[in-house]
């Protein structure tokens, strides 16, 4: 399976401005001081492996919106935030003419950085394509076509030219969905929200985000230790700081990298993917709250490595 | 857990020893919280013989400070070793949880 992330920003999207694209290229100009730098390939070199990510590129803006590439002929999405819009434009890329395509979106809520990317999803606008929305939520019709009436959007919901249809799950249960098996489960967030584990050929990745867990004490008897036993990659909701998530910020349904780490230990998950990340942070915050969080990994290490990764727009990662 | 128990006046200094986590976290925030009793404590933990903190015991650091604030009473922790120092950085506890570098700066600053 291949995992392609499209939007990975929590809550709102944060797109750069000039200021913070000069900013990177006066740090990455300074850096390159004293540098011979003569020809595409050296500039190349230089980017690709001196230059910080924070300078070099960004976490990016959208919000969530992540691809689960399971090598079959339809297609299998997590949330519709402002990143589907961009997944959209790839796939009519790749397939000319764009019909007769097959989606199947699970959704993890229908808070609004969650869907506001549907209405521009160009595919839903084609005939002959068919969308399937999976979702634990009863109002998922209903939050659909309320964000696509006016005043709100030009384009009603029931005028898309894709047949789009609704498929409501139950947690706990196995679906078996393109070829892919599904597992929901339920979340502490506003109004609920549901993750996803998705299993093929033994391999299996979870999709957990606006998930706060509220525990005094972690151990094996968890319910999310088990849901992310042994997955290859967990997407985790790690907006907060473990201070914030406790204290100004409980009950606001989001959880922290030190809770992520600590889970996915106890998982003996292999990969763990920072995710959701807070609209406030620069660049810089975000891959500062990644090193941190590589260096508590190491310090809380108990036999199992668990490999940090800090989701951005545009990663893929191979399982 | 072993918890050794000094007094300074009207501060109390208790001194974990060892880990602070899921084993002992529970156990650890009983004494905590049971010393802060009916208010107006002055509590000051002494973290010097503290290896390592996970995230069950700074929850009983976060329960602390709230607690000790509601019923009008002091707390904060001291002397924390490199580890658990780096650990309070990356949690940013060190921005709920009041901190002194040892013992005697607590002392200091509240006599």
């Known amino acids: 399976m291949l995992v392609r992330f499209w939007g990975t920003r929590g809550s709102l999207p944060a797109p750069i401005n000039h200021k913070t694209v000069r900013a990177k290229l006066r740090e990455a100009l300074l850096l390159a001081r004293g540098r011979s730098l003569d020809t595409p390939e050296t500039v190349d070199a230089f980017i690709d492996r001196e230059l910080p990510f924070s300078v070099a590129g960004t976490f990016g803006g959208n919000s969530s919106c992540v691809q689960i590439d399971a090598g079959t002929n339809e297609f299998v999405v997590c949330d519709l935030g402002s990143g589907v819009r961009d997944f959209g434009h790839y796939v009519l890329a790749k397939h000319k003419p764009p019909q007769g395509l097959r989606f199947n979106f699970f959704m993890s809520h229908f808070h609004w950085d969650h869907i506001m990317g549907f209405p521009f999803f160009a595919p839903a606008y084609v005939p002959g394509n068919v969308i399937r929305i999976h979702g634990c939520h009863s109002i998922m019709h209903e939050a659909m076509v309320r964000q696509q009436s006016a005043p709100c959007f030009p384009v009603d919901f029931e005028r898309l030219g894709a047949t789009i249809e609704f498929v409501p799950l139950e947690p706990g249960r196995v679906y078996e969905v393109a070829g892919v098996s599904v597992r929901p489960m339920k979340q502490f967030h506003s109004g609920d929200s549901y993750g996803y584990r998705f299993t093929k050929d033994g391999k299996s990745i979870v999709y957990s985000t606006d998930s706060e867990h509220k525990f005094e004490t972690v151990n094996d008897s968890y319910p999310f230790v088990e849901f992310f036993r042994n997955a290859d990659l967990v997407i985790f909701d790690a907006m907060y700081s473990l201070a914030e998530a406790i204290s100004v910020k409980e009950d606001w349904g989001h959880s922290s990298n030190i809770v992520a780490v600590e889970l996915t230990q106890l998982a003996r998950a292999k990969r763990l993917a920072l995710f959701h990340h807070e609209p406030a942070f620069d660049d810089k915050m975000i891959e500062t709250v990644f090193a941190e969080t590589v260096r508590f990994e190491e310090i809380s290490r108990d036999g199992h490595r668990v490999e940090v990764i800090s989701a951005y727009d545009g990663l893929e990662i191979v399982i | ?111």
């Open chain 2, 1 to 111: 857990m072993q918890i050794e128990e000094t007094r300074r006046g009207a501060i109390l200094v208790l001194t974990p020893v060892g880990r602070i986590d899921n084993e002992t976290g529970p156990a650890f925030q009983t004494r905590l919280l049971a010393e802060m009793g009916g208010g107006g404590a002055t509590i000051l933990l002494d973290l010097s013989k503290v290896q390592y903190i996970s995230s069950a015991g700074l929850h009983v650091l976060i329960a602390a400070t709230k607690q000790s604030k509601a019923l009008n009473g002091r707390f904060a922790v001291a002397a924390l070793q490199p580890i658990v120092k780096e650990i309070f950085t990356i949690s940013r506890l060190s921005h709920v949880v009041p901190i002194f570098d040892d013992v005697t700066a607590a002392m200091a600053a509240w006599s």
